[in-house]
């Protein structure tokens, strides 16, 4: 008969091990076990009954051996040694060295100057820089998916329109903001996609309804300032824009007359960059065109530029390519859109139509004139109702403005001009 072994009260709480199932029988017999160790005992000698039935009691023996041994002490990692302080990277503006490499990125590799240049900034490219920058998205935008279901005469037309396209996307990119300021690239690509579409013909289509807004009327660089409004009005008829651009309400459109705030859809939820930012580009392209038929390209810049310094192959091509591009009037476009609140200005706007000051003459009662109108410099056809003794006019709007029949008092003869 096995002896019993006595069980130390330091060791009552831990695993007891039995080597055999005659082992385990014995030790349960022990007095000194509380209720809970003596059923766990029990569990245990069941266990090993169990296994050497299987005939695993040497295996089980085994493996509780193995678990027994004490585990090799961790070998300690050694010491790293200190840093040199000489060998961190520091900045030599906070040195107060001079830095490098134009002051943007010092010898470490650091962009450690305040004077970051955003290479998507046109107002700060030179002109090369610019042709350059416009080329590539030009490039990028007839790579898109919808040129490739252009069909044969659609793809004719927009090739033959790159001669004037070119400058145009130039002139846009710098001038074609909200007043008179840089577009950024994401808006200007946007222009372009709706403006290729339109020039080929093949129209502007949305999700939103079925067919093409001006398919079939490709717009030429001839258009006129009246047409595009038109088509402006045709586009807000088309899908309106949830609050109409000022100049468009009251405009009657196949019998329909547009609203400030249209009670029907779908609406253009774009911001107007749908159609109306679009037709309203190629508009300020043609007027640029025929203000430097009026003052010439060094004056025209000029004005532009506020002192003349922007010389571009980007202007001087914006201007001579618009002028040997082919004519054209056209219809088509999409709907109008309101004004561009995403471009922050860069430069501050001077009214398109400053021209005028610089060819202003006299007028005789009753002439057929246009008149300067609006925030955006707007030119509107008008007559002349009186001459006044100052040397001033009275102007009264005629048919085809959107204030037809308003009259203006003591107009300055700088915004009028003679209509064309």
């Known amino acids: 008969e096995a002896s019993r072994r006595p069980i130390p009260n330091g060791f009552r709480s831990t695993a007891f091990r039995a080597t055999s199932a005659d082992a385990v029988a014995t030790d349960v017999m022990t007095e000194e076990l509380s209720e809970y160790e003596l059923a766990r005992l029990e569990t245990i000698r069941k266990n090993q009954l169990a296994f ?15 678990a027994s041994r004490p585990k090799l002490p961790k070998a300690r990692s050694k010491p790293r040694p200190a ?7 520091s ?9 490098v490499n134009g002051g943007l990125v010092d010898s470490d590799g650091e962009t450690d100057h305040p004077a970051y240049r955003d290479p998507n900034d046109v107002s700060a490219m030179t002109a090369p820089e610019l042709k350059a920058w416009c080329d590539a998205l030009r490039a990028d935008v007839l790579r898109m998916a919808w040129v490739e279901r252009l069909g044969e005469e659609e793809m004719r037309r927009l090739d033959g329109a790159q001669e004037w396209l ?13 007043g008179e300021s840089s577009l950024s690239r994401q ?18 289509t949305t999700e939103k309804r079925g067919g093409a807004f001006g398919k079939g009327r490709p717009i030429g660089l001839g258009i006129q300032a009246e047409q595009v409004d038109a088509l402006r009005a045709e586009a807000q008829v088309w899908m309106p824009q949830k609050r109409a651009p000022e100049d ?38 043609c007027e640029h065109l025929d203000e430097l038929k009026e003052m010439g390209h060094e004056a025209t ?4 530029t506020g002192d003349g310094a922007w010389q571009a192959a980007g202007g001087d091509g914006a201007a001579r390519g618009g002028e040997s591009g082919g004519g054209g009037g056209g219809g088509g476009g999409e709907e109008n859109e309101e004004e561009d609140e995403e471009d922050a200005p860069l430069a501050k706007r001077r009214k398109p139509a400053a021209a005028a000051a610089a060819r202003a003459g006299t007028f005789s009662e009753g002439q057929r004139v246009e008149m300067l109108c609006g925030p955006r410099g707007r030119w509107e ?9 100052d040397g001033t006019y009275d102007v009264a709007l005629a048919a085809g403005a959107a204030d037809a029949g308003k009259m203006f008092s003591e107009v300055e003869a700088a915004q009028i001009r003679l209509r064309a």
């Not at 039935?53 to 089980?60: E, H, Y």
């Not at 070119?166 to 909200?178: E, Q």
Request: with cysteine; glycine share 12%; aromatic share 6%.
């Open 166 to 178: 070119a400058p145009f996307v130039i002139f846009t990119a710098r001038f074609g903001g909200k």
């Open 248 to 285: 468009l309400v009251g405009r009657t459109v196949g019998g329909e007359r547009i609203v400030k705030q249209p009670d029907r859809g779908p609406f253009d939820t774009s911001n107007g960059w749908l159609l109306n930012h679009p037709l309203m580009k190629i508009r300020l392209y």
């Open 91 to 99: 900045s030599r503006r906070l040195a107060g060295e001079a830095a």
């Open 301 to 304: 810049m000029r004005r532009l």
């Open 187 to 204: 808006n200007l690509k946007s222009v372009l996609k709706q403006v290729f579409c339109l020039v080929s013909g093949a129209g502007v």
């Open 52 to 66: 050497e039935s299987m005939g695993l009691g040497d295996a089980v023996a085994g493996l509780r051996a193995a």
């Open 381 to 389: 056809p008008a007559s002349i109702a009186d001459v006044n003794e």
């Open 83 to 89: 840093a040199d302080p000489s060998a961190r990277r």
